[in-house]
């Protein structure tokens, strides 16, 4: 496999992260001033929240997908080609699952190499020859080998807060009415503005890392397969499938668009915030890598 880093990604994983903490530092010191309760009390309940989402992501993303972790005897050429996908691209075997769904798609979760797992649905299996499955499959264990995984997490945790604390803002600090407008309702429209500003902040980040990180795992699923138009291939034909896919199973997957290989769309809003760059684009940069290929 000629794999190469790509320090494009990593310098974005960089910037982000950087970002990110400093945005959190913002929240955390704005919420801590308007809302009450204390700096501790914030670190705990927080840092115990990002914790969990942390060490139990890879489960927790597959629980609110409804995935199931399937066994070599269910499903033995699935398995048998993430293995011998993984040991092309030197890593560890990740955890397989399915999804019990019409939608063709498949997404990788994890915080680390060492504890990923794999998804795809069954509609994707019903859809895609096997080298196109491979394709898919590759990208997605090219995820897993950037450790863009990791970063999309905890990118997604911040934002997954702040959004909790526009829609519940009115519940916290409800009874702090001493001290002034403080901590009283003035208080809490600050803190409820500031969590909208994080969340939109964060929100506009993520999207902008997810799109490079997609043409990131599009380059390495294609330095491990070695066949650069079969990914291309598979990402077409999905494409194509996703219009026939009721509107009701769309919006029901909707909010894991970051982290699937072909993302949902929802009208013109959805495809300008959208987490990936569009398929053509991403086609045909798989085909310049096919070019370049052949002329070695």
């Known amino acids: 496999m000629n794999w190469q880093a790509d320090w494009g990604?990593?310098?974005?994983?960089?910037?982000?992260?950087?970002?990110?903490f400093a945005l959190y530092i913002v929240f955390a010191a704005v919420i801590t001033a308007y809302v009450g309760g204390g700096l501790l009390v914030f670190g705990l309940f927080f840092g115990g929240f990002s914790l969990v989402q942390y060490y139990f992501s890879d489960t927790?993303?597959?629980?609110?997908?409804?995935?199931?972790?399937?066994?070599?005897?269910e499903y033995p050429q699935l398995h048998a080609?993430?293995?011998?996908?993984?040991?092309q691209a030197d890593l560890p075997k990740p955890k397989v699952a399915v999804v019990d769904s019409n939608t063709p798609n498949a997404f990788a979760t994890g915080r680390n190499q060492k504890n990923a797992a794999v998804c795809v649905t069954t509609g994707i299996l019903n859809t895609l020859e096997q080298d196109e499955l491979d394709g898919v499959l590759a990208h997605e264990l090219a995820h897993v080998k950037n450790r863009d995984m990791m970063v999309m997490t905890i990118a997604s945790f911040l934002s997954t807060i702040a959004f909790m604390m526009v829609r519940w803002g009115a519940f916290f600090g409800g009874g702090h009415r001493r001290g002034g407008d403080r901590q009283g309702g003035g208080?809490?429209?600050?803190?409820?503005?500031v969590s909208l500003?994080?969340?939109i902040i964060s929100y506009l980040l993520i999207r902008a890392l997810s799109r490079y990180r997609e043409y990131a795992a599009d380059r390495g699923a294609a330095a491990i397969t070695g066949n650069p138009s079969a990914l291309a291939s598979a990402l077409l034909k999905i494409s194509g499938e996703m219009d026939k896919v009721p509107k009701d199973d769309l919006r029901e997957e909707a909010e894991m668009n970051a982290?699937?290989?072909i993302?949902?769309?929802?009208g013109v809003v959805g495809r300008l915030f959208s987490t990936h760059p569009p398929t053509e684009k991403r086609v045909e940069q798989l085909r310049d890598l096919e070019r370049e290929m052949q002329s070695f």
């Open 9 to 20: 990604l990593r310098l974005r994983m960089f910037v982000t992260m950087f970002l990110l």
């Open 187 to 193: 208080g809490i429209v600050v803190a409820i503005l």
């Open 197 to 199: 500003l994080v969340w």
């Open 81 to 87: 080609s993430i293995e011998r996908l993984s040991q």
């Open 60 to 73: 927790l993303t597959l629980k609110s997908m409804g995935a199931k972790t399937v066994s070599a005897d």
């Open 263 to 266: 993302p949902i769309k929802s």
């Open 259 to 261: 982290f699937f290989i």
